[in-house]
């Protein structure tokens, strides 16, 4: 390869998510381009990428469709120095003699990185994916109205007031 700045472009599905057992993500739809800029001793691997993928709803547990955009940089450096550590998370080390990188792996960790911790679509109980049967029997379970918890999460504990008054 020579050097200077070569593009790539990936589409991604569930096809790809298949070959990776545990993954978060078992669908989606997302577009990946690569801009690869090779040096003498790096290679400089940018990703953008966008698209969707499904995840299971913390509260209903249905799939819903969540927004995905990624911008993520990686350094690939060439050496044959021996002495010199593994990977790091910034960096990947190559040998000299090796021609080629397998980005999968990274693609798919930059996928997993952009889940969210809580997985609710934007307004939960009001999409067409909800499954309001399963928010009817939460609700009913709980003994409260979904207004009346959420009201409940927002209002200070007084233990922090207390805390606030030691400044």
């Known amino acids: 390869m020579k050097l200077g700045t070569h593009h790539f472009n990936y589409k991604i599905d569930s096809r790809f998510f298949d070959e990776f057992e545990y993954s ?15 040096q003498e001793t790096m290679l400089i691997l940018q990703f953008t990428g966008k698209g969707s993928i499904y995840l299971t709803c913390d509260r209903c547990v ?6 995905l955009n990624i911008d993520e940089r990686q350094i690939v450096k060439f050496t044959d120095d021996e002495n010199l550590e593994d990977n790091t998370e910034e960096i990947l080390v190559l040998s000299k003699n090796e021609h080629e990188i397998d980005v999968a792996p990274l693609i798919y960790e930059y996928i997993n990185l952009a889940v969210p911790y809580f997985n609710r679509c934007d307004e939960p109980g009001m999409t ?12 009913k379970l709980s003994g409260a109205s979904a207004e009346e918890t959420e009201q409940n999460n927002t209002e200070a504990d007084p233990r922090w007031e207390a805390l606030k008054k030691i400044k």
């Open 24 to 38: 978060l993500v078992k669908n989606g739809e997302v577009s990946i381009d690569l801009e690869l800029n090779k």
């Open 128 to 139: 067409e994916w909800c499954d309001k049967e399963m928010l009817d029997k939460l609700e």
């Open 62 to 67: 249905s799939e819903f469709p969540s927004v």
